[in-house]
């Protein structure tokens, strides 16, 4: 006979059920809205008919923005950002319910580090919730990536212990660009999408997307970490670099634009992988 305890751990509760597959839906749907634009917007730029766009999450909002009904969808999108931000954090609470787990598994002993990459994901996402809705309110046009990183370095240069601080914000920005990339080509992504339910193209896609959009993705974090160590050490903030700046710098390598296209289409890549988490991933 089942305990009643069996029975209270067995019931499914609103956060087992279907709302947090809604949530996170809505919010992987909005953030690979946000890549597919920025990833064109990269690619325009390679292709030398980028002009004056910023190919950053504020250009995406802008690109919305000018389309018609664009500041209705740019409230679905921070509805959208809100979702992920609600589903991170009762995931930080809770646990990742489908990491690492198939089918009919059981959801075992969440990590205290777990938690808390989750609770940090869940304030990076209100907080990009918070910009898209001030921008979709006509409050947060001033701002792009590249001015807000500027700004900060030169904030932060200004402290006791400044150049410090700089050096270890751009240290961890390496450290997690990097940390992408090496999961993507290790597949760990996989773990956490219900790959039984693709067919066998399907899956091939997704796999080849989450591999090229998360090392592209890991390049541009790893990209700004750089950057701000390269302004702390020469104590310019202007040496700093946005999401924007840091994608064209790509250009001037010796690889010339030829590495800004690859990472453009990266990040498209990513967004259409957000899309297939989306409808893939185990929640």
Known sequence: ????????????????GRLPRSAGRAGFTARGVVYVLVGYLALRIALGR???DEADRQGALQRIADQP????????LAAGFACMALWRAVTAAA????????????????????????????????SVCWGTAAFAAGA??????????????????????GRALVVAAG?????????????????TFLRKLD????????????TAGGIAGNAARGAVFAGVGVFLITAAVRFDPDRAKGIDDTLRSFAATPAGPGLLTA??????????????SARWRRF
Do not use: C, E
């Not at 002993?109 to 609770?119: D, F, I, Q, V, Y």
């Not at 990472?263 to 297939?276: C, H, I, N, P, R």
């Open 50 to 52: 980028g002009g004056s």
């Open 1 to 16: 006979m089942v305990s009643t305890a069996q029975h209270a751990r067995r019931r499914p509760t609103a956060w087992s």
């Open 195 to 206: 790959t039984g339910a693709m067919g066998p193209r399907t899956r091939a896609a997704v």
């Open 171 to 187: 240290a961890v920005l390496i450290g997690i660009g990097t940390g992408i990339a090496v999961r993507a080509f290790l597949r």
């Open 263 to 276: 990472t453009a289409v990266g990040l498209l890549l990513f967004g259409a992988f957000s899309f297939a």
């Open 140 to 161: 947060g046009t001033g701002s792009d990536s590249d001015r807000t990183s500027k700004d900060w370095t030169a904030t932060a240069l200004g402290l006791p212990g």
């Open 69 to 76: 009904f664009g500041r209705a969808l740019l409230w679905l």
């Open 95 to 126: 646990g990742d319910q489908g990491q690492g787990q198939g089918q009919g598994q059981g959801q075992g002993h969440p990590k205290p580090g777990s938690r808390l990459l989750n609770a940090g994901r869940a304030v990076f996402y209100a």
